[in-house]
């Protein structure tokens, strides 16, 4: 069973500070990360998207993937209270039914102004 | 250029009834994806298609199915809907089926069974 964990949270941070949000998967064969934001009663809205070990910047947002440790993380910087929201992390798996995603259950980020 | 887009936005069953849900992909798009979200918890793959045939399914039940036009839009049927079913049923597309193909979700359809 293919799994992706993240902590539940409430992930509680003040305005302005960096938020981290972490997330393990078990399938070793996993090839794309993508990281969703979804606010309360809407869809989720993606964020960004990882294929290779390292970091990757997109403005305030950070995605950070180490293959070896099977744990890709999520940094944003200057948290500002719009970003209070749920994040999904989803994974690609390797083989079986491409491209399907395989989410965790999600952090709930509030940012305290 | 329009999202994806879903029909309709909320809708309220008994158990036993049937229900049909509507997507529309991304202009361009050839695959959708439905996935379901019950409170709490992520997204859960239900099933996806690319070029009207089905490529993947998930862990559901033989209620659930699904079929894609000519057009790339598609539609999700549960029959013999239980209390369970409640949940917001997503909707994405992508352009191909592939491992790094980014998956754009719609609005969704909040379906409540009573």
């Known amino acids: 069973q293919k799994e992706v964990e993240q902590n539940s949270g409430p992930l509680s941070v003040p305005e302005g500070a960096i938020a981290s949000l972490n997330c393990t998967y078990s399938d070793r064969g996993s090839q794309s990360f993508f990281w969703y934001r979804q606010y309360s009663g809407k869809s989720p809205e993606l964020i960004m998207f990882?294929?290779?070990?390292g970091d990757k910047e997109d403005g305030r947002f950070t995605a950070q993937l180490n293959k070896a440790s099977q744990y890709v993380s999520l940094l944003i910087r200057d948290s500002q209270p719009s970003d209070s929201a749920t994040y999904l992390c989803?994974?690609?798996?390797?083989?079986?039914?491409?491209?399907?995603?395989?989410f965790g259950k999600g952090t709930k980020l509030s940012v305290k102004p | 250029d329009a999202g994806v887009t879903q029909s309709p936005t909320h809708l309220i069953k008994t158990r036993g009834q049937h229900v049909t849900l509507r997507c529309s992909p991304i202009s361009g798009h050839k695959s959708v994806s439905w996935y379901q979200q019950v409170l709490g918890q992520g997204p859960q793959f239900i099933f996806q298609?690319?070029?009207?045939?089905?490529?993947g399914r998930g862990n559901f039940p033989d209620r659930f199915s699904a079929r894609q036009f000519p057009n790339y839009s598609s539609e999700l049927n549960v029959n013999a809907l239980l209390l369970g079913d409640s949940a917001l049923y997503l909707c994405a597309s992508s352009l191909v089926p592939t491992n790094q193909e980014t998956q754009y979700f719609g609005p969704g359809t909040r379906l409540l069974v009573l």
């Open positions: 990882i294929y290779s070990n």
């Open positions: 298609y690319y070029e009207k045939e089905e490529r």
């Open positions: 989803a994974v690609i798996g390797y083989g079986g039914s491409q491209g399907n995603l395989i």
